[in-house]
């Protein structure tokens, strides 16, 4: 067992000892949990899904609302029980003890970041900023925005995060203009109310249920981001009391705006068109009533993938660098730059996974990957509280009820399931991703044995 790892099981539960400073208050957390969850799944997979399952848009956005407070509530609880930054991987170590899961469960959290961070390249090179120029082929322009992301990480975190909040205030205003736009619509009698019931599906009801879980999976990956969250526990005020109303609300509060959005997208906009557009909200915007500049909501769709890749990459580079000191992963990933302190190896290595990704993945595939991931992660976690409910703190926390950590494993273990009719394709991604974790983990255990380090 690696040290952070025994350092998982043995903390103490209060987060009173934590070096790091509590800075993070109650109003400050709702709203990083809002910016962490919007970003490029609603601007860039409302399309995808939609070609999925039709005109019912909203339905997807609505089921997976549902799974994701499953799982916050399940992380609400764990989080409250054990303050301590690491997240899944944490809850994993402590409910199952073993190392290698623990590994895996980091590590998929870490290439799910990747793999969200190269659908917001692939979103950036698309349809929004076509309307600017199309000159350059889309996957070279998906490839210089991730150098672009990983050269603004290694100037510094501080950059990083003054960046995130500025993106965060931009993309939320996008969001807003769509739902204003889709309330115009609304008053002057505009729009196909009719498109709301209509299913692309045709023939049996296993056909219909497939055709709606996968596009639940798919529309998954707008909600993910709140699991983040967690990791700054210990740079939270009193987090017991205060995750708990943060992650709700943040859940909530995005989950509204998406179906709401999705109901505006579906009234203005035939599938057949989003499905066909890489930025299908700027459809809706063209689409709309109301006479707003297609080029200046581009450029905001612009900023919001680029705050969703950012954030990714960012936490990403971090996890290599964690797992490179614990010697989880091979010491060389954990390099940091002498006068940036910036974790460069990490920077660098997980760059290099993402460039891969936007080379031989579009934006569907890229995000369902990452709803895959997560999917699986939530899976573990779901159970992981059930098994911790024998390990008693002596602070009180939020306790979930039985039932909502027993449902959100069953409904990730079956929109992670071939019932959702997901692309070979994305199992393939995931497996190649894993099995180069694995690698290295080998790589670094025979290093370490060879050192009599191990």
Known sequence: ????????????????????????????????????????????????????????????????????????????????????????????????????????????????????????????????????????????????????????NLRGVSESVKTNVVLTVVELTGLLVVLTIGAWAVLTGDGEPSRLGEFQAEGTGYALLTSVLGATALGFFAFVGFEDSVNMAEETKDPVRTFPRAIFTGVAVTGTIYVLVALVSSLLVDYRVLEDSSGPLLEVVKAGGLDFPPKLFALIALFAVTNSALINIMMASRL???????????????????????????IVFVSLLAIGLVSTGEIEGLGDTTAFLLL???????????????????????????????????????LASPLSDRPVGVYIRAGVLVAIGIGLWVLNKAVLKVRGEA
């Open 1 to 152: 067992m690696s040290a952070t790892e025994r350092d998982a099981a043995a903390a103490p539960e209060s987060g009173d000892d934590t070096p790091l400073r509590r800075a993070i208050g109650p109003r400050l957390l709702i709203l990083f949990v809002i910016g962490d969850i919007l970003g490029t799944g609603i601007y860039a997979t409302t399309g995808q899904v939609a070609g999925k399952v039709g005109g019912a848009l909203w339905l997807p956005f609505v089921i997976g609302f549902v799974v994701a407070i499953l799982t916050a509530a399940s992380y609400v609880e764990l989080v409250g029980k054990y303050p301590k930054a690491a997240g899944a991987a944490l809850y994993t170590q402590k409910a199952f003890q073993v190392p290698f899961l623990t590994f895996i469960v980091a590590f998929m959290v870490m290439c799910s970041g990747l793999s969200s961070a190269s659908a917001a390249a692939r979103a950036f090179s698309g349809d929004y900023l076509s309307e600017f120029t199309d000159f350059f082929p889309p996957t070279l322009i998906a490839i210089l925005f991730i150098l672009a992301l990983a050269a603004l």
């Open 320 to 346: 290599c660098y964690g797992m490179a000191n614990e010697r989880i992963l091979p010491r060389a990933l954990g390099r940091v730059l002498p006068r940036r302190r910036t974790p460069v190896v990490g």
């Open 376 to 414: 699986c992660v939530f899976a573990v976690v779901n159970i992981a509280v059930l098994v911790l409910r024998r390990d008693r703190v002596e602070h009180e926390h939020f306790r979930t009820p039985t039932a909502l950590p027993v449902l959100g494993a069953v409904t990730a273990l079956i």
